[in-house]
């Protein structure tokens, strides 16, 4: 059975959905920014040899990546394609070529040439496959390639570059040009590259007093005018020179090399633009729109939150799809009081997070709400008359008494005095799986956040766990039991040994308070997190935790300077449902 190479970005760079992306696509060439045609292949009157195309998402770039595409069909197409991308992911060899196979994208499958990559494999080029199972760089080129092809059958070989000097990319430049030459199909090499990475997630900020889109362009035509001389080496030294973000130089380089040998001497810009132009696009809502078409369609809309929402589940589905990286999920306990609960408990039933740290508080409700029922109240009451009533009031949320601490009381002591027959000492890991494997046989168990993290293996580490109602029947158990006590040091050095040995590790952080600070504090004695999503209601300018935005995370080390990342202001009790809804519809 051949091989086939699943999209690792489909529904983040580019549409899941064959007419959707096909619909996508066809924007890109008919945008403001793009060709303004749609592309027809034809003889033409120019042999390409070779192409420069971003591989950024298509909202940012695609329309940049068309002009390449459109140049390309009215000059005849290829029958096989020689991709070259950057190594993103770390993962794999430092130049790797995948020899067998095909890999399918949500406009079909597209075969490896296995004779060309054979032969494509010596020297500096290694055969793995490790390199290409989650890079996006040449899984991007596919689709608008398909698009172009029609009806026309193409193949092609990708190369993954993690070394990009000089040295490397001249000699798989000629390794490419030798291979070709040994066979009798017309051969088009596309590098894969963005140029300048700048704004403040990039940590690149002008120096000059100019826009980010002014200070990028400055830099990249450094880039441009070696690419236009076709000069390999003085791209590599003028991209190391100026310091410019360019992330596939190496494949550029590599790419005039191959191509110079082939006789080509003339270069041409087709297109130069920047995704800081990007322009506004109003929301269109049609019948039965889907959750995560709604959420792309925030971020087209540029602004305010809602753009901020889209970027915060495309970070959130990068980190599920890493499958180096640890996640942590991190939420305090007012959520749960609510149907928001629900969505805490679906991510660990998926398993779509390794660890979690919370608060005492979420024990409490999570556990109460197995058996009692919290109701709907308001936030315009008297609350003297509800006090009186024994009823506790969360935000809009009533909780009577009865709901509440007596429930607890009495389904918690006798566990609690179980628990002490086989033990003493108890991590709040440990006492939670304990609490959570003894809810098999209720009713409600398939609710309980705390049930599906013994289900699942998920520890829950809570450092306040004296701090709410689960806590205060620990503490009464204590009075008559002294040596009944909890290990927080236990739990402290289980988080240690996950920290220290992940190789990535990244966060969705709702709220703030101690579960979000926790977090943040382990990740920094490993460099900081790779992903981080916060969701919060809270402002930065009173210095309180909660408000703190990932960039004061930054500077302490919490989260790494190229982190992914994003705070997103607003009530986790909206935003949740639609965010993983979204990411429950693309993974």
């Known amino acids: 059975m051949e091989k086939i190479r699943k999209p690792a970005v489909s529904g983040q760079f580019y549409e899941a959905n064959k007419t959707s992306l096909s619909e996508r696509i066809k924007q890109c060439f008919l945008d403001d920014r793009g060709p303004g045609?749609?592309?027809?292949?034809?003889?033409?009157?120019?042999?390409?040899?070779?192409?420069?195309?971003?591989?950024?998402?298509?909202?940012?770039?695609?329309?940049?990546?068309?002009?390449?595409?459109?140049?390309?069909?009215?000059?005849?197409?290829?029958?096989?394609?020689?991709?070259?991308?950057?190594?993103?992911?770390?993962?794999?060899?430092?130049?790797?070529?995948?020899?067998?196979?095909?890999?399918?994208?949500?406009?079909?499958?597209?075969?490896?040439?296995?004779?060309?990559?054979?032969?494509?494999?010596?020297?500096?080029?290694?055969?793995?496959?490790?390199?290409?199972?989650?890079?996006?760089?040449?899984?991007?080129?596919?689709?608008?390639?398909?698009?172009?092809?029609?009806?026309?059958?193409?193949?092609?070989?990708?190369?993954?570059?993690?070394?990009?000097?000089?040295?490397t990319s001249d000699e798989v430049g000629k390794i490419i040009a030798e291979a070709i030459q040994n066979i009798d199909k017309n051969v088009v090499i596309i590098a894969s590259s963005d140029f300048s990475h700048a704004g403040f997630n990039?940590?690149?900020?002008?120096?000059?007093?100019?826009?980010?889109?002014?200070?990028?362009?400055?830099?990249?035509?450094?880039a441009i005018k070696q690419i236009l001389d076709m000069n390999p080496s003085g791209l590599i030294d003028t991209v190391h020179i100026n310091d410019i973000t360019m992330c596939g130089y190496g494949p550029v380089a590599a790419m005039l090399?191959?191509?110079?040998?082939?006789?080509?001497?003339?270069?041409?810009?087709?297109?130069?633009?920047?995704?800081?132009?990007?322009?506004?696009?109003?929301?269109?809502?049609?019948?039965?729109?889907?959750?995560?078409?709604?959420?792309?369609q925030m971020f087209e809309s540029g602004g305010f939150?809602?753009?901020?929402?889209?970027?915060?589940?495309?970070?959130?589905?990068?980190?599920?799809?890493?499958?180096?990286?640890?996640?942590?999920?991190?939420?305090?306990?007012?959520?749960?009081?609510?149907?928001?609960?629900?969505?805490?408990?679906?991510?660990?039933?998926?398993?779509?997070?390794?660890?979690?740290?919370?608060?005492?508080?979420?024990?409490?409700?999570d556990f109460a709400r197995v058996w009692k029922n919290y109701y709907h109240g308001s936030f315009n009451v008297d609350d003297k008359e509800l006090h009186k009533k024994k009823i506790n009031r969360l935000g809009n949320i009533f909780i009577p008494n009865d709901c509440y601490g007596k429930i607890l009381e009495e389904k918690m002591q006798p566990i609690l005095a179980e628990l002490y027959k086989i033990k003493q000492k108890w991590s709040t890991k440990d006492l939670i799986w304990e609490f959570g494997k003894r809810l098999e046989k209720e009713k409600n168990h398939q609710d309980s956040i705390i049930y599906w993290s013994w289900k699942n293996k998920i520890p829950i580490y809570v450092p306040g766990i004296t701090d709410g109602a689960f806590g205060s029947q620990i503490w009464m158990y204590y009075q008559e039991h002294r040596d009944f006590t909890i290990d927080l040091l236990k739990d402290e050095q289980e988080l240690s040994d996950i920290i220290f040995d992940a190789k990535k590790t990244g966060a969705l952080i709702i709220g703030g308070g101690i579960s979000k600070h926790h977090t943040i504090w382990w990740n920094q004695f490993k460099g900081g997190l790779d992903y981080t999503v916060y969701i919060t209601t809270a402002v930065e300018y009173d210095g309180?935790?909660?408000?703190?935005?990932?960039?004061?995370?930054?500077?302490?080390?919490?989260?790494?300077?190229?982190?992914d990342n994003v705070t997103i202001e607003g009530d986790a009790t909206v935003l949740l449902p639609i965010m993983i809804n979204a990411l429950f519809e693309r993974l």
Request: contains cysteine; glycine residues 8%; charged residues 25%.
């Open 37 to 167: 045609m749609l592309p027809k292949i034809i003889k033409g009157d120019k042999k390409v040899r070779g192409l420069v195309v971003p591989h950024a998402g298509y909202v940012y770039s695609g329309a940049i990546a068309a002009h390449s595409y459109n140049f390309l069909a009215n000059n005849g197409f290829a029958d096989t394609f020689v991709i070259l991308g950057p190594n993103h992911t770390g993962m794999g060899s430092g130049v790797s070529v995948m020899t067998e196979g095909a890999w399918q994208t949500p406009l079909g499958v597209v075969p490896i040439n296995n004779n060309l990559a054979n032969n494509l494999f010596k020297g500096i080029i290694d055969k793995d496959e490790n390199a290409h199972y989650y890079e996006h760089s040449i899984e991007v080129q596919l689709p608008f390639l398909q698009f172009c092809s029609k009806e026309k059958k193409f193949d092609f070989v990708p190369i993954c570059m993690a070394m990009q000097d000089f040295e």
């Open 305 to 365: 939150s809602a753009k901020k929402v889209a970027i915060g589940v495309d970070i959130i589905e990068n980190m599920i799809k890493d499958k180096n990286c640890i996640k942590f999920l991190s939420f305090p306990a007012c959520i749960c009081a609510t149907g928001t609960r629900g969505i805490i408990k679906e991510l660990l039933k998926k398993k779509f997070f390794n660890a979690v740290i919370t608060t005492g508080g979420t024990l409490d409700h």
């Open 544 to 563: 309180s935790l909660s408000g703190a935005q990932t960039r004061e995370a930054i500077s302490w080390g919490k989260i790494k300077e190229k982190a």
């Open 202 to 222: 990039y940590m690149n900020m002008p120096s000059e007093g100019l826009r980010i889109d002014q200070y990028a362009e400055k830099q990249d035509k450094h």
């Open 257 to 296: 090399t191959a191509a110079k040998i082939f006789g080509a001497n003339k270069a041409e810009l087709l297109k130069y633009g920047s995704s800081y132009k990007k322009p506004i696009k109003d929301f269109k809502i049609i019948d039965n729109i889907s959750t995560n078409e709604l959420v792309k």
